[in-house]
């Protein structure tokens, strides 16, 4: 085996190990990159990551380290909206703004207020000028599909999942 071949068994890439990361969150890929987030949940969250990969051949490119007092408990989630060059991430629980990075230095750009808390986002997707999330229900009681409008901040739920259901995942 190449050294090459050895790195790309892992889908955390060892010059990350050095920071405890552990743990993928929900992923999106755009302009044929994978853009994975990256965190070091066992060791508390103080190295936020976002990997980039080759999205044919799953090859770590390059990674940049999030702010991590605008990702305090993680990443567990990116959305990237390649029209407007942005990619997308907040905290885990209580969300009450989403941080807006350039997608191509992932350099912090703004963050944008939601109208209310929306807790535990799984995953989210831009589609047609708005965000899809996957999170817990009013509450905390259920799993919801909410969706958050760029310009305004205002989130609606537009989605119940099964009652059944034990967790729900990007």
Do not use: C
């Not at 080759?54 to 959305?79: H, I, M, N």
């Not at 029209?83 to 991430?89: G, I, K, M, N, Q």
């Not at 944008?112 to 831009?126: C, E, L, N, R, T």
């Not at 969706?147 to 119940?160: A, C, H, I």
């Amino acid at each position: 085996y190449s050294p090459a071949s050895v790195m790309s068994l892992f889908a955390i890439p060892l010059e990350l190990g050095k920071y405890g990361s552990d743990h993928i969150g929900d992923i999106d890929v755009a302009g044929g990159k994978l853009y994975v987030p990256i965190e070091d949940g066992s060791k508390g969250y103080k190295n936020p990551f976002v990997g980039i990969y080759d999205a044919e051949t799953l090859v770590y490119e390059k990674s940049f380290r999030l702010p991590q007092p605008q990702q305090r408990d993680g990443v567990p989630w990116v959305a990237v909206d390649a029209p407007t060059h942005r990619v997308f991430s907040s905290e885990y629980n209580n969300v009450t703004e989403i941080n807006v990075y350039d997608m191509v230095t992932l350099a912090p750009v703004t963050q944008i207020q939601f109208s209310q808390m929306v807790d535990s986002i799984q995953g989210a997707k831009v589609h047609g000028g708005m965000m899809y999330m996957t999170a817990n229900g009013p509450g905390g009681v259920g799993f919801a599909l909410w969706r958050v409008d760029f310009t305004t901040g205002q989130v609606l739920k537009v989605g119940d999942f099964s009652k059944s259901l034990v967790e729900v995942e990007g």
